[in-house]
């Protein structure tokens, strides 16, 4: 069975810094994985899909890595801003797509 | 701006009421999801349907039905609500292929309460 993991559970950060997600899976045998962000009482708004065949995916400020063999992926945000402050979300598809809990993130102004 | 959106974002019911959690989305995806969000559990998927009249119990079906008649609506019942029901549902669309195969687009939320 699938397993994702997001440590921390809540990050504070001060608003410019660069800072790192992590998203751990127990069965590297994966199709992709998804990168979301949830705001406070909404729905998710998907951010970054990588393909297991890929090793990493941009946009903007953010830039998603995804190596396999040591099953992470990590959410790279540059030069972090207030309205970056959200619970970001890893999913995992293999024979189903499984949810971490997330990572509460705060960008102190 | 394409999406997903769910009629009730809060709703407040009573225990063994029928409650209907519909859900319509403007992209003309054929797949179609239930989810549902939890504290410490993260979100588990009750259905999901791949087309019209199709559905696919997902990891927590019990307790729940679904309703697909048309292509752009996909609607979750909860036939006699109960305490252990209230939670946030999400729904989400995604273009035709495996469940997880493309960018999912999620709705709103909404916040169901049971008493």
């Known amino acids: 069975k699938q397993e994702v993991t997001q440590i921390p559970a809540a990050l504070s950060v001060p608003e410019g810094e660069n800072l790192v997600l992590n998203c751990s899976f127990t069965?590297?045998?994966?199709?992709?994985l998804q990168w979301f962000r949830q705001d406070p009482g909404k729905g998710l708004t998907s951010l970054l899909l990588i393909q297991s065949s890929q090793r990493e995916q941009t946009s903007g400020r953010l830039n998603a890595s995804l190596d396999k063999s040591s099953g992470r992926s990590t959410l790279y945000i540059a030069a972090s801003q207030p309205g970056d402050s959200a619970t970001y979300l890893c999913?995992?598809?293999?024979?189903?797509?499984?949810f971490g809990t997330g990572t509460r993130l705060t960008i102190i102004p | 701006d394409v999406k997903v959106t769910q009629s009730s974002r809060y709703l407040v019911k009573r225990t063994g009421e029928k409650v209907f959690l519909e859900c319509v989305q403007d992209?003309?995806?054929?797949?179609m999801f239930w989810y549902r969000q939890d504290p410490g559990l993260g979100l588990r998927l009750i259905y999901f349907?791949?087309?019209?009249?199709?559905?696919e119990k997902g990891d927590i079906p019990e307790g729940y039905s679904v309703s697909r008649e048309k292509k752009e609506r996909f609607s979750l019942i909860l036939e006699s609500a109960s305490t252990n029901q209230t939670s946030m549902y999400l729904c989400?669309?995604?273009?035709?292929?495996?469940?997880?195969?493309?960018?999912?687009?999620f709705g709103a939320g909404s916040r169901l309460t049971v008493l």
């Open positions: 349907s791949y087309d019209v009249k199709m559905k």
């Open positions: 989400a669309s995604s273009p035709a292929g495996p469940l997880g195969a493309n960018v999912l687009t």
């Open positions: 069965d590297s045998a994966i199709y992709n």
């Open positions: 999913a995992v598809l293999n024979e189903k797509l499984t």
């Open positions: 992209m003309d995806h054929e797949n």
